[in-house]
């Protein structure tokens, strides 16, 4: 069996060229795992420090805010920190996929853990950014008061607390995305 | 070149095993977005639909509860009406793949569409339980009352409803399992 030099020399050059898009890939996926674990660091940290008591009181009211007054943003504390710990501990797996750029299983497991991991990071912020809204807007048909009213700083800070996670969570699909196609290639 | 007649043999009938297994994967991957589509849909519905009109009346409250009195209900409606008529419209091309096992591009389109729609739905499901949860037990820190003493069979059908949801979001999460491994096959 005979093979063309130049056809082989091709397929060479070919091979080369996906092994460096695949290490490109592989970049952008620890870049990403950075950003991600960066917003939910900070969401976290920044939900979970929330606490403000208004400078006056009345004998009915308690004018005290603490995140964990309301459950919610308990939990999206956890799924934060949980999110956040798991990108840590993924952030080494994907720099060895630097190296060995053609590990397929260590994608797939990507795929897997990041699905979960999105699924409950935006479980997390959908329910504390529902929250958020009533204590912002209230709801007259409930007869839930917007509390935002007297909590300024309280709001301001569960509010901004939201952007890290969503941000979060883009990056999460892309990097679900990302996997995919280095898969498929 | 010669080649052994044994060792092609066994070659055809590892392809002939694994395209089966192909097979197999798409059959099911129709079939749980077959579930998937029946949950949402009824998870929409039954939201969709929620209305109470208390038999009495005072001069100061309105005792009538709708599911669009809250916008998070809203949102939850919308949310799983789009993740159903996606699963409706993705079921041909499910079928497809089940005829073409090999259709790689199809499954990476599916994991990227998958994962958004399963974004889409956890958020309108995890902020519309949050909501629920909170008509059931209310907030004496935020004195947010349960409105759920009252509102009874309201209460039950919003509850109810979430269950079809949350059973769309591990079926879609399972569906992208299924893509994963079967591009990586």
């Known amino acids: 069996m005979k093979t063309n030099p130049i056809e082989l020399g091709l397929s060479k ?3 080369s060229s996906t092994h460096k898009r695949k290490r490109g890939v592989s970049i952008l996926d620890s870049f990403l795992r950075i950003i991600a674990f ?14 403000e008591t208004l400078p006056f009181s009345t004998q009915f009211f308690r004018f005290r805010a603490e995140f964990d007054d309301l459950p ?22 994907s720099i ?19 699905t ?11 329910a504390a950014a529902a929250i958020v809204y009533l204590a912002h807007k ?9 509390i935002c009213q007297q909590f300024n700083s309280f709001c301001e800070r569960i509010s901004g607390s ?6 979060g969570i883009a990056v999460l699909i892309l990097l679900i995305f990302l996997s995919a196609v280095a898969i498929s290639r």
Do not use: E
Not at 138 to 146: E, H, I, K, L, S
């Open 13 to 15: 050059n070919s091979t």
């Open 96 to 114: 060895f996929n630097i190296v060995r750029s053609n590990a397929k299983n260590s994608r797939i497991i990507f795929i897997i853990f990041d």
């Open 116 to 126: 979960v991991m999105v699924t409950l990071l935006t479980g997390g912020a959908a």
């Open 162 to 167: 939201l952007i890290g996670s969503f941000v």
């Open 38 to 51: 960066i917003g939910t660091l900070a969401s976290g940290i920044l939900m979970g420090t929330t606490k």
């Open 138 to 146: 209230g709801n007259t048909r409930a007869n839930w008061f917007a």
């Open 72 to 93: 919610t943003f308990t939990f999206f504390v956890v799924a934060n920190v949980v999110v956040c710990g798991y990108l840590l501990l993924s952030l080494p797996l």
